[in-house]
């Protein structure tokens, strides 16, 4: 099983609908990430979350909302979907004693979200 | 300001040639830095990280990459290119601004193809 997992892999969903990606792990860490992909962006953090109580927002925090139900679940919504938010979304998590050093993110296979 | 350039958005070789991926960075701090390789329609997976050890870090497949301070760089390299490194490339900076918290900024990608 993957150490990050991501769901759903696909989706297309229409304007105005609310729709939520999950993301599970299985490696224990603390720290949880939403990104959202854009080509020729890079990725840009949508929101950030250290633990159950601290979740935090990033740089394009407009138009979505996260609930970290548990240490090992984060989730992504869009409460109203715009064409805009069409992106390529990746959960991704790191730890607090890696942070330290500099590590680095484990990431999950991403969700591909089309706004129709 | 913290950034990440990647100074070529496509890159094509042919295969059995030397692969190089270009990485300027502005940091404040001590920066750790990163490759990660994107496969399509995959999530993104560590090649090779610097965090103040070793200028010449080695990653897997046989990517390597140097940390140059002097001109702000982090290149990535491979001596020969397989057919199965055609994907995207990102080049990551992470910044400690405070004890246990680092941020993480992604340059906007590079693609290569490796042609047969």
């Known amino acids: 099983d993957a150490d990050v997992t991501q769901t759903p892999r696909n989706r297309i969903t229409k304007t105005g609908k609310r729709i939520m990606l999950e993301c599970s792990q299985t490696k224990g860490h603390d720290r949880m990430y939403w990104y959202r992909q854009d080509p020729g962006l890079g990725l840009q953090l949508i929101y950030y979350?250290?633990?159950?109580?601290?979740?935090n927002k990033g740089e394009i925090s407009d138009g979505y909302s996260v609930s970290r139900q548990a240490q090992a679940k984060f989730s992504l919504s869009l409460e109203s979907a715009i064409p805009n938010q069409t992106a390529f979304y990746f959960c991704?998590?790191?730890?607090?004693?890696?942070?330290?050093?500099?590590?680095?993110?484990?990431f999950g296979s991403g969700t591909r979200l089309t706004v129709v | 300001a913290q950034s990440v350039t990647q100074l070529d958005s496509h890159v094509s070789v042919s295969e059995g040639t030397p692969v190089l991926l270009r990485c300027n960075y502005s940091?404040?701090?001590?920066?750790?830095l990163f490759w990660y390789v994107q496969h399509p329609n995959k999530g993104l997976q560590l090649l090779l990280k610097?965090?103040?050890?070793?200028?010449l870090v080695k990653g897997i497949n046989g990517f390597e990459a140097e940390f140059k301070k002097s001109e702000t760089s982090f290149h990535l390299t491979k001596p020969s290119a397989h057919m199965s490194d055609a994907a995207e490339y990102f080049c990551v900076v992470s910044e400690s601004p405070s004890y246990n918290f680092n941020k993480f900024y992604f340059g906007s990608g590079t693609k290569l193809n490796v042609k047969p």
């Open positions: 979350s250290f633990d159950v109580k601290d979740i």
């Open positions: 991704a998590t790191s730890d607090r004693r890696q942070a330290r050093q500099g590590g680095g993110y484990t």
């Open positions: 610097y965090t103040s050890a070793a200028t």
């Open positions: 940091s404040s701090y001590s920066p750790s």
